[in-house]
């Protein structure tokens, strides 16, 4: 059972490239995230999918785009990737189902650094 | 609106110390609270979890209680290991609808020495 999943595991990229983050989940899971990870400032929420079909933005959803692919796949995209957004990033995924108390499983996270 | 203020790392203990690292939150309603584990180059895993007041999480040795009149949910472990050191987070579950999306702060470094 491999859980959530991420590809790449490392990136770098030059400042105006584009790339797309990958994430699978294997658990029948309805609702996955994304989120960014930086020092001093723990997780923050980029943006999220309730369920197959439907996304919404978190907290920091500016220079993104995601796409929720089925029910399995959610991607994140940098159109144009800026310094700024070098960080490590997380996939998760979680089935809530009227249950407040339910986890949220995480990948390994891929770390991009953008130069 | 929501948020968790956790204590600043690093924290270095000696094995067997007493381990306490403070986590308090704001929230509207009673959000669920949860304490993550990060291990060195891999995600987050879920330690403990609580979902209303005076609830006790527990695991691997690992507290934490939902205090609602102190809006506090601390992380302590009696005796701790060097297998320990790692990066805890403490979240707040922002249930709304069909997403629990989490509030985190901003991660506390527990490094354990033998």
């Known amino acids: 059972n491999a859980g959530v999943t991420q590809t790449p595991k490392f990136q770098v990229l030059k400042t105006g490239q584009s790339m797309t983050l990958q994430c699978a989940q294997d658990?029948?899971?309805?609702?996955m995230y994304w989120y960014r990870q930086d020092p001093g400032m723990g997780l923050r929420l980029i943006y999220y999918s309730a369920s197959e079909g439907t996304t919404d933005k978190g907290e920091v959803p500016n220079g993104y785009n995601v796409s929720r692919l089925n029910k399995r796949e959610f991607s994140l995209r940098l159109e144009s990737a800026a310094p700024s957004q070098t960080s490590v990033y997380f996939c998760?995924?979680?089935?809530?189902?009227?249950?407040?108390?339910?986890?949220?499983?995480f990948g390994q996270g891929t770390r991009l650094t953008v130069v | 609106g929501n948020s968790v203020t956790q204590m600043e790392g690093p924290v270095t203990l000696s094995e067997e110390a007493f381990l306490t690292i403070n986590c308090t939150y704001t929230?509207?309603?009673?959000?669920?609270l949860f304490w993550y584990v990060q291990y060195p180059g891999e995600g987050l895993q879920l330690l403990l979890k609580?979902?209303?007041?005076?609830d006790k999480g527990s695991n691997k040795g690992f507290e934490a209680t939902y205090r609602k009149e102190t809006t506090s949910f601390h992380l302590e472990k009696g005796s701790v290991q060097v297998s320990d050191s790692a990066v805890y987070f403490c979240a707040l579950g922002n249930y709304g609808g069909a997403t629990n999306k989490l509030i985190f702060g901003t991660g506390t470094l527990l490094a354990v020495q033998p």
């Open positions: 609580a979902t209303k007041a005076d």
């Open positions: 929230a509207t309603g009673y959000p669920s």
């Open positions: 658990m029948n899971h309805n609702s």
């Open positions: 998760a995924s979680s089935e809530v189902g009227g249950r407040r108390n339910t986890e949220a499983f």
